[in-house]
T-cell receptor, first 111, second 112 residues
Framework: GEDVEQSLFLSVREGDSSVINCTYT??????LYWYKQEPGAGLQLLTY?????DMKQDQRLTVLLNKKDKHLSLRIADTQTGDSAIYFC???????????FGAGTRLTVKP | DSGVTQTPKHLITATGQRVTLRCSPR?????VYWYQQSLDQGLQFLIQ???????AKGNILERFSAQQFPDLHSELNLSSLELGDSALYFC???????????FGDGTRLSIL
């Protein structure tokens, strides 16, 4: 199974908040990331959080990390139609050289 | 724009052929990563190079190989292509290992 798990779909109305959740299994994760992929494009690094942090806010984006439960979330405030994309959660582990990605959550924003 | 450049954007070829995908990392980044994204397998890590040397291997087939050159650009070589190799191939780069990776726009490979 996946080391990083995400729900596959999320649908919200324009102007609402979106919350995308992710769970990971490796307690030695050092960085946790959120990437956005729009159709036909590459993965855009949205934000990341170091594992000793609980929260990081960047404009409309808020990342929450619950290390005890190995749970990461991305909240998008005032969601816009341009936020429609696939959002990938990923973890990297100290002394390991690869990054593990979740399967991605497809966010659909309805007007 | 991530600063990572991949060429070509699209590639269409036949089974049994060989192709080379090219990646130029962001200025100053020493580490290059290759990923394969397909509908059924999701995003799979293939291989990583750091300053010209192979650093880590993921789910890379023996028919595939890569290298990183002294100018830090990297090439991914895919040979004896099969229909199942059709996918998006992404390159990413980072300053150092275990640092945030920045992705290129990918090369879409279609095998007919």
């Amino acid at each position: 199974g996946e080391d990083v798990e995400q729900s596959l779909f999320l649908s919200v109305r324009e102007g609402d908040s979106s919350v995308i959740n992710c769970t990971y299994t490796d307690s030695s994760s050092t960085y946790l990331y959120w990437y956005k992929q729009e159709p036909g494009a590459g993965l855009q690094l949205l934000t990341y959080i170091f594992s000793n942090m609980d929260m990081k806010q960047d404009q409309r984006l808020t990342v929450l990390l619950n290390k005890k439960d190995k749970h990461l979330s991305l909240r998008i405030a005032d969601t816009q139609t341009g936020d429609s994309a696939i959002y990938f959660c990923a973890e990297s582990i100290e002394n390991n050289n690869d990054m593990r990605f979740g399967a991605g959550t497809r966010l659909t924003v309805k007007p | 724009d991530s600063g990572v450049t991949q060429t070509p954007k699209h590639l269409i070829t036949a089974t049994g052929q060989r192709v080379t995908l090219r990646c130029s990392p962001r200025s100053g980044d020493l580490s290059v990563y290759w990923y394969q994204q397909s509908l059924d397998q999701g995003l799979q890590f293939l291989i990583q190079y750091y300053n010209g040397e192979e650093r880590a291997k993921g789910n890379i087939l023996e028919r595939f190989s890569a290298q990183q050159f002294p100018d830090l650009h990297s090439e991914l070589n895919l040979s004896s292509l099969e229909l199942g190799d059709s996918a998006l191939y992404f390159c990413a780069s980072s300053e150092d290992v275990n640092q945030p990776q920045h992705f290129g726009d990918g090369t879409r490979l279609s095998i007919l």
